[in-house]
């Protein structure tokens, strides 16, 4: 059973950087997709990144060039650094394990396709 916890959310000011970070653990297969995802409030969760076990990341239009997802293997932990952050960032963040079938972020309905997730970190963004 593979295990997903985030941390590293908090508050930021319009411009600031995060890094998030996910323990994983359990993933038994050799492909694996990692992602992050997020909700904003009264919205439905959206897509934000993408890596495959291959070392492919694939972003949404909001996250490319200020967004960077990473993995360290050696410590099974999925990191998500966030630069120049704005208000409209300010969601729940979560990260997610799939398929290693998965190659964009942005495809409709992509959520559908992770079958694990973590709990979640806020991440709230304002002056």
């Known amino acids: 059973q593979v295990h997903l916890v985030e941390s590293g959310g908090g508050s930021v000011q319009p411009g600031g950087s995060l890094k998030l970070s996910c323990a994983v653990s359990g993933i038994q297969y050799s492909t694996w997709s990692l992602a992050w995802f997020r909700q904003k409030s009264g919205k439905e969760r959206e897509g934000v990144a993408l890596?495959?076990?291959?070392?492919?990341?694939d972003y949404t239009d909001s996250a490319q060039g200020r967004f960077i997802i990473s993995i360290d293997n050696a410590n099974n932990t999925l990191y998500l650094q966030m630069n120049n952050l704005k208000p409209d960032d300010t969601a729940m963040y979560y990260c997610a394990e799939g398929p290693g079938s998965i190659t964009s972020i942005r495809a409709p309905g992509i959520s559908r396709r992770f079958t694990s997730w973590g709990q979640g970190t806020q991440v709230t963004v304002s002056s």
């Open positions: 890596i495959v076990d291959d070392g492919i990341a």
